[in-house]
């Protein structure tokens, strides 16, 4: 004979693992009766739902990452004096939009960099866009709305053709930039078939002109 798994006195109910007499008394106070196959009594049921509504009411208390102190917005990990505050040295404000200060990230950049692999096709590409960004700034390259067919959204970044030529780019809008990357698996396939109609006739002057200064200088 089996017992109950409960009070291990008395012979478990047939389809259970209880006593009927385990089976009709509520589980949290284990006194009161429950009605059978009920887990809880009336009154249990009726204190843990005014709990459970209390607790969605009262936000919830959460310990700032930086002085550890208790503060009310559930949303954060910090307490509003430390907001801006940078999260891995607790100091310096942190840079805008960013968790770290600019010291802090760049100590954290060179850590995750020294154990990444970083080939000569990967220095090719940061020198083009480094290249790219230096031509933006001081003008040699004229920033344009977004190129992609029916948007012309103002915030746009650059897009190269290939990491050889840094002039040669199209710029697009961030959404429309990673659906080009992410719909198309060779790139520059989608852009020998399209960069040809996002440029205007001027845009190809232009860079035709940069490319034949670039070369004349090369041979200099």
Not at 6 to 11: E, F
Not at 67 to 91: F, L, M, Q, V
Not at 104 to 122: H, I, S
Not at 178 to 202: H, I, Q, Y
């Amino acid at each position: 004979m089996k017992l109950c798994a409960r009070c291990m006195s008395r012979p478990k109910h047939a389809g259970h693992n209880l006593c009927f007499a385990c089976l009709t008394t509520c589980r949290q106070c284990r006194k009161a009766p429950c009605r059978f196959g009920r887990t809880y009594c009336r009154s249990c049921r009726s204190e843990m739902t005014r709990n459970a509504k209390l607790a969605k009411q009262s936000p919830r208390k959460r310990s700032c990452i930086i002085c550890g102190r208790e503060h009310n917005n559930s949303k954060s990990r910090r307490c509003d004096e430390h907001a801006h505050t940078c999260g891995k040295c607790g100091i310096r404000d942190a840079a805008p939009g960013q968790r770290y200060c600019r010291l802090c990230a760049k100590r954290y950049m060179r850590q995750w960099r020294n154990g990444q692999p970083y080939t000569e096709a990967d220095a090719r590409k940061a020198s083009c866009q480094a290249k790219t960004r230096y031509l933006i700034l001081t003008g040699e390259i004229e920033k344009t709305a977004c190129r992609y067919p029916g948007c012309r959204n103002d915030h746009t970044i650059a897009m190269h053709l290939n990491y050889e030529d840094p002039r040669a780019v199209v710029f697009f809008c961030l959404p429309h930039f990673r659906r080009v990357k992410r719909s198309e698996a060779d790139r520059a396939g989608w852009f020998l078939d399209n960069f040809r109609k996002l440029l205007t006739e001027g845009e190809r002057a232009a860079i035709r002109a940069a490319r034949s200064q670039s070369e004349a200088l090369d041979r200099s």
